[in-house]
């Protein structure tokens, strides 16, 4: 089973700051089954990247997916207020999906 | 518009069953799958399993397989999570979520929140 390993837990930045969000997989993964999703309090998930790198419908293009093999990475260039949320990256493999246990961005 | 609604919240006692539900509208219920998603309280996201309206077709998480069933009912595009004995520990808000042809979720439900005390 892949297991998904989120860094860091936790990002204390400022608005206008960069958000660097890395997912990193037990063995190498193909592309095209990794996703990323933003959380905010009390709301349900919104997919924001699928495909390691194509942005959902609506997203913002401040923010952008990167990666391959085992090593993906989410960026918020400069992040606005409705951004401090937490974000999950998600993978399917054998017939089931995974998630990584999750990135706080909060305000610094 | 693709819109996923989810019953409401529960409140049940440890041993009871449950059956909570999944509406879709905007689009071919039958025809894209449904996941069901888990968050303990404070706690990230599981998956749970996923079904295929059209034919049933049903896959579980090895985590939760034996410990609820998924199964949707077509013609009235709704999709569901049943419980037959809840556990205080099966407290958690569920979320539904439509599978729109790749890998990933597109759209998901407001979520049920499911609360299991004695």
């Known amino acids: 089973e892949i297991v998904l390993t989120q860094s860091p837990g936790t990002l204390s930045l400022s608005p206008g700051e960069r958000a660097t969000l890395s997912c990193r997989a037990s063995?190498?993964?193909?592309?095209?089954?990794l996703a990323w999703y933003q959380q905010k309090p009390g709301q349900a998930p919104r997919l924001l990247i699928y495909?390691?790198?194509s942005r959902a419908t609506g997203i913002p293009d401040r923010f952008s997916g990167s990666g391959s093999g085992t090593d993906f990475t989410v960026t918020i260039s400069r992040l606005e207020p409705e951004d401090f949320a937490v974000y999950y990256c998600?993978?399917?493999?054998?017939?089931?999906?995974?998630f990584g246990q999750g990135t706080k961005v909060e305000f610094k | 518009e693709v819109q996923l609604v989810q019953s409401g919240a529960e409140v049940k006692k440890p041993g009871e069953s449950l059956k909570i539900s999944c509406k879709g509208s905007?689009?071919?219920?039958?025809?894209?799958?449904i996941g069901w998603v888990r968050q303990m309280p404070g706690k990230g996201l599981e998956w749970m399993g996923i079904?295929?309206?059209?034919?049933?077709?049903?896959r579980y998480s090895p985590s939760f397989q034996g410990q609820v069933t998924i199964s949707a009912d077509k013609s009235i595009s709704t999709a569901y999570l049943q419980w037959s004995n809840l556990k205080a520990s099966d407290t958690a808000m569920y979320y539904c979520?439509?599978?729109?042809?790749?890998?990933?979720?597109?759209?998901w439900g407001q979520g049920t929140l499911v609360t299991v005390s004695s």
């Open positions: 979520a439509r599978r729109p042809g790749g890998y990933y979720y597109d759209d």
């Open positions: 905007g689009y071919s219920f039958s025809n894209y799958w």
């Open positions: 079904i295929y309206p059209g034919d049933s077709d049903t």
């Open positions: 063995q190498s993964v193909s592309s095209n089954y």
């Open positions: 495909g390691a790198s």
């Open positions: 998600q993978h399917y493999g054998s017939s089931r999906w995974t």
